[in-house]
């Protein structure tokens, strides 16, 4: 099994360190283009929930990214160094009295683009599984 990692500061405009980590992902494990779109959007949003909700923004703190590859499945393991949240009683974004609401999209967003979604330690660890054929 492979594993990288990679910690950067809580700070939003540190997405485009995770994106490139994404794409040098894509090259050196030849994923292809629809995976590698779903990843995208999944672990972005991950990472971006990690540095607005559990980390509060708060630049001292890290989120952290690692990837680990098996034989054919990929994981993304997004870590912040917030408290957590309730991840099981989550509103349903596309309930007609959430639609005008701008938040709650993002877990719904892993849920439909990964291939799994599992959380830990209350919230503050969320894996998303891609099924590849490598």
């Known amino acids: 099994m492979k594993n990288i990692r990679i910690d ?28 590698y779109g779903n990843i995208m959007i999944a672990v972005t949003e991950a990472v971006n929930n990690a540095i607005k909700h559990g980390n509060r923004n708060d630049s001292t703190k890290n989120v952290s990214l690692s990837l680990a590859l098996e034989e054919g499945l990929i994981k993304f393991k997004v870590e912040d160094e917030g408290r957590g949240f309730d991840h099981e009683h989550l509103p349903d974004p596309t309930a007609p009295e959430n639609l005008e609401k701008p938040g709650g999209r993002g877990i719904f967003l892993m849920k439909h683009l990964s291939d799994e979604v599992e959380f830990a330690e209350g919230g503050r660890i969320v894996e998303l599984r891609f099924y590849i054929d490598n």
């Open 8 to 35: 950067i500061p809580a700070l939003s405009e540190n997405i485009r360190m995770i994106e490139s980590f994404i794409d040098n992902a894509k090259e050196k494990y030849k994923l292809d283009d629809d995976i």
